[in-house]
């Protein structure tokens, strides 16, 4: 292989291994991140982003040293538990870089569902969107009241809309939002 495309094979599988973390406290450390992360595997690199000022921005990286343990950790997240890192829910994908080619960038779509039924739950929008569109879903958030908009012991209820997050854009088929 020609150096230039030994480098190109490089960045596509050091995309493989390198993951984006969303959705972290502001008071994570790059330390806790990486000790969390280690449970997947080997971690080779990782950092929480932080502004001018050294907050954290409530993001990262980290890069594992094979794309087993990427995808282990993929699979921890979409397998029911999700990852909760220093205390707080957070969001997992692989990071592909800005300048990646359109078939290096995950088909992650996420897509607004209106008119639901006040009795739709989360599990029956997953359940149907797997059933019917071959795909895995990622994320199902259902809007509800605000809870102080409520009367005293009562739960909020649904609004009759929210979002879902599927892995394969195609998979959406013959829907139009």
Not at 149 to 171: K, W
């Amino acid at each position: 292989m020609a150096p230039r495309d030994q480098q190109n094979g490089d960045k596509k599988e050091e995309a493989l291994r390198k993951l984006f973390v969303g959705g972290l406290s502001r008071e994570t450390t790059d330390d806790q991140m990486r000790e969390y992360f280690n449970g997947f595997g080997e971690v080779v690199d990782n950092i929480v982003i932080k502004d001018n000022g050294g907050n954290s921005k409530g993001f990262g990286f980290v890069t594992f040293a094979t794309k087993d343990s990427a995808d282990a950790c993929i699979r921890a997240k979409n397998d029911g538990g999700g990852h909760s890192v220093n205390g707080k829910v957070v969001e997992v994908k692989r990071a592909i870089p800005r300048d990646a080619e359109p078939d290096q960038r995950e088909k992650n779509t996420k897509m607004f569902l209106g008119g639901l039924n006040k009795s739709t739950t989360e599990q029956t929008i997953k359940e149907y969107f797997e059933q019917n569109f071959n795909c895995t879903v990622d994320s199902v958030d259902l809007i509800y009241e605000r809870k102080d908009s409520c009367a005293p012991g009562q739960e909020p209820r649904p609004r009759g809309f929210g979002f879902v997050t599927i892995n394969d854009f195609d998979a959406g088929g013959g829907y139009r939002p």
